[in-house]
């Protein structure tokens, strides 16, 4: 597992009973996690003292309970970065703080290659890949088909001094917009995808990961150019394992190009255990050095 344990600003405290106590800046939030399993004592005096706790509803959804946030947003850094997080009305803040090891290997990549580098970030979310990959001097394509969460990406990026890098902010389904570059015949030199397990198109449309993924990333890699240096694949869906995710990508993005195709779980050290708690897997094709 790749851990995530550069974090100054955001540190899970402890972890029970379906449950983890996260510190957010000065902001404690519970919110629940299907994977923590164990029943351990909450002993941390902390969980007492949470700001807001997400509760599941037994009808689907849920809601913030608790609450006595003095403030709906505020910030935390990351390195150079600077990311404004909210409590939606999904249980998510805006941020997935394991991803800050994609992050830092994708930052790493670009700065290694010493030459001009394009980046598409798929399914793009509030933009923390895109402005890492910015930060390293990567010219970035942000996709994503919320328009609010466009919207806070570019927020992100203004509050961490990006706002004048060459970033283009793009509204748009991401299979749709692919096929289109496919057509005309722009090429990326890194490309990532963050898809969703589960959801609806702005027509109905349903999208189902394990069902969907492997189409998906053959079209994809037409838009992946000759000289690229890494393409990469999230997944938060517990029935899609890192070994099944490196399977993919070496028979679709990795076929008939040098370079190798690795996979891993991403996760977070909890601080009252000294464990790490998975939080999904990462599959990558990097080319060789």
Known sequence: MRVADQWKDYEIIDTSGGEKLERWGDVLLIRPDPQIIWNTPKAHPLWKKADARYIRSSTGGGSWQNRSLEK???????????????????????????????????????REAGRPIKVLNLFA??????LACAAAGAAVCHVD???GM????????????????????????????????????????GILMDPPSYGRGPGGE???????????????SRVLSDNAIFFLLNSYTTGLPASVMEYLLGVTVGKGRSGGVWASEIGLPVTASGFSLPCGSTAVWESQS
């Open 206 to 220: 349903v999208w189902k990961l394990e069902e969907q993924i492997y189409d998906l990333l053959l079209l994809t």
């Open 72 to 110: 709906e947003k505020w910030r935390i850094r990351y390195g150079q970065l600077t990311f404004q997080v909210s409590p939606t009305g999904f249980k998510h803040t805006g941020l997935f703080p394991e991803q800050a090891v994609n992050w830092d290997f994708m930052g790493k990549k670009i």
């Open 150 to 189: 466009v919207a806070w990406a570019r927020e992100n990026a203004a509050l961490s001094g990006l706002g004048d890098k060459p970033i283009r902010w793009i509204v748009d389904d991401c299979k749709k917009f692919v096929e289109r570059e496919i057509r005309r015949g722009n090429r990326y030199d």
């Open 125 to 130: 979310y509030t933009g923390a890949a895109t």
């Open 145 to 147: 088909a919320s328009k």
